[in-house]
């Protein structure tokens, strides 16, 4: 079955590096995604990693993928307070059909 | 720049009500799903509907009903409300040109007392 954990809270002070991790069960997973909520809103992709790589960087945004151990974690570089949201990680199994499995998601807390 | 649509955004229910949470978008997307988000527990897959005219239960199918109207629009239904279904209701949808992004509504805040 497919699972996804994620540590509830995390508290950084501005300019500090952000990691949230998450560990998944499902081996099989093709793509794991994280998405950002600001409070009242919707989902906003941030970036997504697909299961054979072990790396990928885009901006301040670092994912770092270990298959081995189903671990995946996003490190935010010179975390600013507008980074301040729920960060969820999820996993996906594309056969041909998007169906996403989330995490829990981590509160993110960033003062200054 | 519309995306994904839903409405209403808040709605306050008494246990019994009916009601229908209604999502459209313009992205000619082939996939679309209806999830709901609970303190603690992230976003769990009510239903989903593949194509048009097919619809498929996802995790916590029970107390609703889906309708997909036509490509455009995937509609959402609490024939008898309860409390329990308080919770905040996303619409998203996918299509495989679109690559690997699921797009998501703002979601419906619905309060039910």
């Known amino acids: 079955g497919e699972d996804v954990e994620q540590s509830l809270f995390l508290s950084v002070r501005e300019g500090d590096s952000s990691v949230i991790n998450c560990t998944y069960t499902?081996?099989?997973?093709?793509?794991l995604y994280w998405y950002k909520q600001e409070p009242g809103a919707g989902l906003q992709l941030l970036t997504y990693?697909?299961?054979?790589?072990d790396m990928k960087q885009d901006q301040r945004l670092t994912v770092l993928l270990n298959k081995k151990d189903k671990h995946l974690s996003l490190r935010i570089a010179d975390t600013q307070t507008g980074d301040s949201a729920i960060y969820f990680c999820?996993?996906?199994?594309?056969?041909?059909?998007?169906?996403?499995?989330f995490g829990t998601g981590t509160r993110l807390l960033v003062s200054p | 720049n519309a995306g994904v649509t839903q409405t209403p955004k808040f709605q306050v229910l008494k246990t019994g009500q009916s009601m229908t949470l209604q999502c459209a978008q313009d992205?000619?997307?082939?996939?679309m799903y209806w999830y709901r988000q609970d303190p603690g527990m992230g976003l769990r897959l009510i239903y989903y509907?593949?194509?048009?005219?097919?619809?498929d239960k996802g995790e916590v199918p029970n107390g609703y009903n889906v309708s997909r109207l036509n490509k455009r629009e995937f509609s959402l239904r609490l024939e008898s409300a309860a409390p329990s279904q308080t919770s905040v209701y996303f619409c998203a949808s996918w299509e495989l040109i679109s690559g690997n992004t699921i797009y998501f509504g703002e979601g419906s805040w619905l309060t039910v007392v």
């Open positions: 509907s593949a194509s048009e005219g097919t619809t």
């Open positions: 999820a996993e996906s199994m594309n056969t041909g059909f998007q169906k996403l499995v």
């Open positions: 499902d081996s099989s997973s093709t793509y």
């Open positions: 992205m000619n997307h082939n996939s």
């Open positions: 990693i697909f299961s054979n790589m």
